[in-house]
């Protein structure tokens, strides 16, 4: 089993469609957990952290599920700035590395 | 208040030759990482540098290595270029704690022919 497993994507999603994605992870260890954008030829742009069972920002929402070991993020009203390749990432708690899926590719149709 | 830095934005270098590509963490943070990223690929973890020691290794040969400097700056070297070795080399810079979270530079698009 893969560290970290992404749908493997891509989604094409209309305006103001509602777009989620799932990531598991392997390591039952693993304390925090991360959501990253990145554009085409670009770096990639933290997004948003998760550390207990979830957060919200905006149109964004992230939640965690221990158990399970998986960590999606939910786009509402998905715009189209919004497409982009987004990047889940996991760290243990005594690792100092971030272990990353291989990005779930959005383009937001107009 | 400066991000993350890297330089050169792009390098073509030919097989068998030697690289060095150069990181400044974004300010206040102490601790630099290096990712390489292949196309299509999520970032790969190359090392992490703090206090000017490597704290941990991804699976990468000895051919990489690194260093980091008194004022947290960092270099990534690469020896024995191989036609594999062209990807986007990531630098993320965080501040050492316990959540990691990690920022990146804008990468060092390398070929190698």
């Known amino acids: 089993r893969k560290e970290v497993e992404q749908d493997p994507g891509p989604f094409n999603v209309p305006e103001g469609a509602t777009v989620a994605f799932n990531c598991t992870y392997s390591n039952s260890a693993s304390q925090s957990f991360f959501w990253y954008r990145q554009d085409c030829r670009k770096e990639p742009k933290l997004l948003m952290s998760v550390y207990s069972s979830g957060n919200e920002d905006g149109r964004f929402t992230a939640q965690l599920n221990r158990a399970s070991q998986y960590i999606s993020l939910l786009i509402r009203d998905s715009k189209l700035s919004d497409s982009a390749t987004y990047l889940c990432a996991v760290n243990g708690g005594s690792n100092y590395k971030l272990t990353f899926g291989k990005g779930t590719l959005l383009t937001v149709n107009p | 208040d400066a991000g993350v830095t890297q330089s050169p934005t792009h390098l073509i270098k030919t097989r068998g030759q030697q690289v060095t590509l150069r990181c400044s963490p974004k300010?206040?943070?102490?601790?630099v990482s290096w990712y390489q990223q292949a196309l299509g690929q999520g970032p790969q973890f190359i090392f992490q540098?703090?206090?000017?020691?490597?704290?941990q290794r991804g699976n990468f040969p000895d051919r990489f290595s690194g260093h980091q400097f008194p004022n947290y700056s960092s270099e990534l070297n690469v020896n024995a270029l191989l036609l594999g070795d062209s990807a986007l080399y990531l630098c993320?810079?965080?501040?050492?704690?316990?959540?990691?979270?990690?920022?990146f530079g804008p990468g060092t698009r390398l070929t190698v022919l």
């Open positions: 540098y703090y206090e000017e020691e490597e704290r």
């Open positions: 993320a810079s965080s501040l050492d704690s316990y959540y990691n979270e990690q920022f």
């Open positions: 300010s206040g943070h102490d601790t």
